[in-house]
């Protein structure tokens, strides 16, 4: 059934502002239909000694590091597992995570006079990292508009984004760090995008 026959009215080409697809690197197999295709990954050791891991998810990405690690490890004859499982990701705060949220919101929209939905949105974007991206807002409050209007995310965003996260052409804002390109794709037609994403 085409994606068109799940609206009424039909959806008609014309209204489709934009699409993505996603590649994923599945190990070959019998062939079949692509969505019955395993999507474990493999480990494999070449006569040289070289280790490639094929396959898997971007979910289980540091789970395939442990295992080549502790792959590398048994090859050099050396002792010690891969430490990456008790390395929180980055912006993870120490305690409980709701205890965390409900505090860091509350705190950001007292001093930066955010509304509760904009600050949540930061909060589980930025995790921990949250305070870096408010601070600029204590100087520049016009950071705090927001990039589309109906959109959480807030020109303060651009400015991190930009400054610790490498970000530095408008679709690293607005497809790699945000999905805003793909719901408002004239973000990426903008002529000023450079004044946009707080350059300069």
């Not at 494999?44 to 540091?62: D, E, M, N, V």
């Not at 995790?127 to 409050?141: D, E, F, S």
Request: proline share 8%.
């Amino acid at each position: 059934m085409p994606l068109r026959d799940h609206f009424h009215p039909p959806l008609e080409r014309g209204q489709i502002l934009n699409s993505f697809v996603g590649v994923r690197p599945l190990v070959r197999s019998r062939p079949g239909e692509p969505s019955a295709r395993s999507r474990e990954y493999r480990l494999q050791t070449g006569p040289t000694g070289l280790i490639s891991i094929t396959g898997g998810k971007y979910t289980t990405y540091r789970h395939m590091a442990e295992i080549v690690t502790d792959e590398v490890m048994r090859q050099l004859g050396r002792r010690g597992p891969c430490l990456t499982r008790g390395f929180p990701l980055v912006g993870t705060p120490p305690g409980a995570w709701l205890d965390f949220e409900r505090v860091a919101v509350a705190e950001i929209c007292r001093r930066y006079t955010l509304s509760e939905d904009v600050a949540h949105h930061l909060v589980r974007r930025y995790g921990q990292q949250v305070g870096a991206v408010v601070r600029p807002l204590a100087n520049r409050p016009e950071l705090a508009r927001p990039v589309i209007e109906g959109e959480p995310d807030i020109q303060a965003e651009f400015v991190y984004q930009r400054e610790h996260e490498m970000a530095c052409v408008p679709e690293d804002f607005l497809l790699r760090r945000t999905r805003l390109g793909l719901f408002h794709p004239e973000l990426l037609r903008r002529r000023d995008n450079a004044d946009h994403f707080g350059a300069g």
